[in-house]
């Protein structure tokens, strides 16, 4: 049985002649922390739409526990955060939360729901409509969702976007709950404190190409110890090595 959850093959896409991801392989393996790092426009969100099925690769594979993933019939679960918002924004918060809880399968989806929010200090909110919320409150929600029923694979697409410190900090405590509980997690974040408080091992995308993959140590180690924020410039800024 493969260590793997995820395993990305030669990995090649593009659209209208324009090649976005050229030749990527890696792997994250079960229950680790695993942050897909770079510029906006790299090729992160293009590669994880693809292991979702959203879009086709040209060349290559991706693969969710060995086999292409399809959300009726999967035997890994996957809770998908995008960085835009999806929800329904004219309705109340709570009938929200119990309507993806039904979808999914979630026992008692209102307990559940309410939970959470008291969790998140949105307890208050419970009947307010959507759109009458913060985009940070939207997250939050979002988030609620995202882990409903405990999936196996949590990916995160920019998390704790416009979060202030306080809040940043409640929600990397819930996602490290999660990992706690076994659960694969693909970080897709622009903090690098997250990603040295949190991941196991790390990919640095630019232009569709890996220029930086292993643990956090093997990545300082290649760029002679220096910080990831400091790594991040350096290869963005031309000095990649």
Sequence with gaps: MSSNIVEVKNFQIGFNDKIIIKDLSFEVRKGEIF?????????????????LGFYQPTKGEILVDGKKYNPED????????????????????IDT???????????????WSEKYLKRVGLEDKLNERVEKLSGGQQQKIQLGITIMCNPKLLILDEPTKGFDPINRH???????????KGAAIIMITHYMDEVE???DRALLLKDGVAKAYGTIPEIKKKFHGKSLDQIFVDVYGGRDE
């Excluded at 942050?35 to 292991?51: E, I």
């Excluded at 119990?98 to 026992?107: A, C, N």
Aim: aromatic content about 6%; overall charge neutral; glycine content about 12%.
């Design 170 to 180: 409640l929600l990397m405590d819930i996602i490290e709950e999660h990992h706690q």
């Design 35 to 51: 942050g897909l790092l770079g510029s906006n426009g790299s090729g992160k969100t293009t590669t994880m739409r693809t292991l």
């Design 74 to 93: 999967a035997e890994v679960t996957v809770g998908y955060l995008p960085e835009e918002r999806g929800l329904y924004r004219k309705e109340n918060v």
């Design 97 to 111: 939360m119990v309507y993806f809880g039904e979808l999914k399968g979630l026992k008692n989806p209102r307990e």
């Design 197 to 199: 408080r949190l991941c």
